[in-house]
């Protein structure tokens, strides 16, 4: 459970996996990913997984999780996509969206679980890491040759992915 804040009642959040008949969360997703075009791809891959965090009927947030399996035969996941709607921020969700992903990748058989988010998403950065991810590297430019339109955040030109990695060992 979380609250809000003092003077409303605590609020329960479940997440779920998106079902056939919840519509796609595209606004948050978009949120986080502003191409269309690849939520749209990523959002149907046969190794990706949608869960949603809902309150009562309202999504409230969304991750797309999606598994791999490396060179080594090694499974890893990645939080492809992770998004809590603006006016339901810094309650919590997030923290339970990211805690869900771990759990599900544990469940997955996955040894480790990645996430990128961009050199100007400099909250997101702060949160990854109070989560218990570690930077483990960069590509450089990923940002000006996968996007059509530039992306700006904090006044920053968004550029370079940031990788992070959380061991599940």
């Not at 869960?51 to 939080?79: H, P, Q, T, W, Y």
């Amino acid at each position: 459970m979380n609250e809000s804040n003092n003077s409303e009642q605590p609020t329960r959040i479940v997440v779920r996996d998106l079902i056939s008949q919840d519509p796609i969360p595209f606004e948050l997703l978009l949120d986080a990913d502003p191409s269309l075009e690849r939520v749209s791809d990523y959002i149907k891959w046969p190794s990706s997984r949608c869960r949603l965090a809902m309150i009562d009927s309202e999504c409230v947030g969304v991750f797309v999780l999606g598994i791999d399996v490396d060179g080594a035969n090694a499974k890893c996941a990645e939080i492809i996509n992770i998004s809590v709607a603006p006016k339901h921020q810094k309650k919590g969700i997030g923290k339970e969206l990211i805690s869900d992903a771990i759990k599900l990748a544990r469940q997955l058989g996955a040894q480790t679980i990645t996430v990128g988010t961009g050199n100007s998403s400099i909250s997101q950065l702060a949160f990854y890491q109070k989560c218990g991810f570690r930077i483990v590297g960069i590509e450089f430019d990923h940002f000006v040759k996968n996007y059509v339109r530039p992306i700006e955040e904090n006044g920053i030109v968004c550029r370079d992915l940031i990788r992070l990695s959380f061991e599940l060992r």
